[in-house]
């Protein structure tokens, strides 16, 4: 099981931290990404850790504002988003799977989402 949180209402140019945490299961040898959907649009890939070795990746749109960090006695990852704007209101979904990096949507487990409010 995975548990997003953190989302809320933020102004533009402000920050926020997503968490995703892990129950019943460690990141071990999983991929942890980060895919958004705002409105009326296709989910998209944002961010993704992968856990042996640790990389991180991020999607173009974010580069530069968003960083990935983890916490491996908690089982929990965490995305920091600075210099939000109202383009990075969407929901949130942290998702999990075995193995590499992929950006795409072939993560064998998903998160419930977390809304992010980005007002102008």
């Known amino acids: 099981q995975l548990q997003a949180s953190g989302g809320g209402l933020v102004q533009a140019g402000g920050s926020l931290r997503l968490s995703c945490a892990a129950s019943?299961?460690?990141?071990?040898?999983?991929?942890v990404g980060w895919f958004r959907q705002a409105p009326g649009k296709e989910r998209e890939f944002v961010a993704a850790i992968s856990w042996s070795p640790a990389r991180t990746y991020y999607g173009n749109s974010v580069k530069g504002r968003f960083t990935l960090s983890r916490d491996s006695a908690n089982n929990t990852v965490y995305l920091q988003m600075n210099s939000l704007t109202p383009d990075d209101t969407a929901v949130y979904y942290c998702?999990?799977?075995?193995?590499?990096?992929?950006?795409?949507?072939?993560?064998?487990?998903w998160g419930q989402g977390t809304l992010v409010t980005v007002s102008s």
């Open positions: 998702a999990a799977r075995r193995g590499g990096f992929t950006p795409r949507q072939a993560y064998d487990y």
């Open positions: 019943g299961r460690t990141f071990n040898s999983y991929t």
